[in-house]
């Protein structure tokens, strides 16, 4: 077991510590509570254009000064935003890890936001949002989204619309900044063969905030179950991609381990239950899968795939089958044992890496979650039982918390025999 350690500065940033003896290389990361729930529907976007913003220049650096600080010593950094945080994070060899630190902290503190960088980089945003528009799977995702949190943030684009994004102003950043990137809402993190006291020295010369600003707080989501919950796109390309979405479960709810093991048994790997049915039985699909999306108060479970569009009706039914069955009949114990074995197995070698081990503790430490023990993950997935899955699936999959999406080459007579497809009882 990994013997992380969390202390706090004196100002209230958290510092994070995660030991990896004999590595060669280190991660540094930067978490702010900071993502696109927290935005109003005038900001949409502003989390993840601000993230853009801060590799354009700061008080003593270029941008190209930025990228060479990191890159100039064999490192490699990037960043992202998702819908509760955004992070920047750097990986490069050992010896170099005081570097990171500094260019990250460089960036977080003293980023100027020059106009003409503002206006370069709303022009690559603009393009990044178009860009996902034209990818048929990405927009079925996103409409899966606002289906289920319609008229909430979460329901929104992490990038924003065109609109949203032409709105937004230098100022915009600069408020929003000054609002949420304070002590409060700040993780620093080093992973590899480092010393707590070291990385705590370092954090505390360098990430030093003129002022404090309150945790960020959000507004509970809630299921849209009175509004649209299907919603197909008649769009000529050569395939249909469709989302299947379930009300499932906030990421620290007691079931969480049931429903990871659920997701393994139908659509993780190339032996799960879908793959096997959708696409080696029956040839409906090259791609089919299962995903959790888990969010601090809420979460989904989702079943996406890319079919022949006159193969969606029966690609469908086939699921909603295989769903049927695992809710009434458990999964045999041999089974049971493959996908825990699966599951375990996937952090194990996700830990072995810095940076991935990084970003996953990361997230949990910013997000007022205990740090992960090996022994206690394990100790709960061993604990579930085949019948326990059977109960969580007949709990998830209910035609009531049932939402659909999809995009392709969709007639009116096909988007019938989907929809009646879609009617079948679970």
């Not at 032409?166 to 080093?190: H, I, Q, T």
């Not at 008649?234 to 906030?250: D, P, R, S």
Request: charged fraction near 25%.
């Amino acid at each position: 077991m990994t013997d992380y350690q969390v202390s706090k500065l004196k100002n209230g940033v958290q510092v994070l510590t995660v030991p990896m003896q004999g590595r060669q290389s280190c991660a540094v990361g930067v978490w702010i509570r900071a993502g696109a729930r927290y935005e109003s529907l005038r900001e949409a976007g502003i989390s993840h254009f601000l993230e853009h913003m801060l590799f354009k220049g700061t008080v003593t650096r270029s941008a190209q000064q930025i990228k060479q600080a990191v890159e100039g010593v064999g490192g490699v950094m990037n960043a992202f935003t998702s819908e509760e945080m955004t992070c920047y994070f750097a990986k490069l060899l050992r010896p170099h890890m005081p570097v990171a630190m500094e260019v990250l902290a460089d960036m977080v503190l003293h980023s100027t936001f020059p106009n003409e960088e503002v206006e370069k980089e709303r022009s690559v945003i603009l393009e990044e949002i178009k860009m996902y528009k034209d990818l048929p799977s990405h927009e079925a995702h996103e409409k899966m989204s606002e289906l289920l949190w319609k008229n909430h943030s979460l329901g929104r684009p992490i990038a924003g619309t065109v609109k949203s994004v032409m709105g937004l102003k230098r100022n915009d950043l600069v408020n929003y900044l000054e609002r949420f990137y304070g002590p409060a809402n700040v993780v620093v993190s080093v992973s590899g063969d480092v010393k707590h006291a070291e990385v705590m020295k370092l954090a505390q010369k360098w990430f030093v905030f003129k002022s404090q600003v309150p945790k960020s707080r959000f507004k509970k989501a809630g299921f849209s179950r009175g509004g649209e919950k299907v919603w197909i796109k008649n769009k000529k390309i050569e395939q249909t991609h469709w989302v299947m979405a379930f009300e499932g479960f906030a990421r620290t709810h007691p079931d969480r381990y049931k429903v990871s093991l659920l997701h393994v048994l139908l659509g993780a790997n190339m032996s799960s239950r879908l793959f096997e049915e959708v696409r080696e039985k029956r040839g409906l699909a090259y791609e089919i899968k299962s995903g959790l999306v888990s969010y601090l108060d809420t979460g989904a479970f989702i079943i996406s795939a890319g079919v022949e569009a006159k193969k969606t009706p029966d690609s469908i039914q086939v699921v909603l089958n295989e769903l049927r069955q695992i809710a009434k009949q458990p999964p045999s114990a041999e089974e049971l044992k493959r996908a825990k074995d699966f599951f375990m197995s996937q952090i194990c070698m996700g830990v072995e890496d810095t940076l991935d081990h990084l970003l996953w503790v990361g997230d949990r430490v910013l997000n007022g979650r205990d740090v992960p023990d090996l022994n206690h993950i394990r100790k709960n997935i061993e604990s579930v039982t085949p019948q326990q899955v059977s109960r969580i699936a007949a709990k998830i999959f209910q035609s009531s918390k049932l939402y659909f999406s999809a995009v392709g080459p969709i007639s009116s007579d096909l988007q019938r025999k989907m929809k009646t497809a879609l009617k079948e009882k679970l």
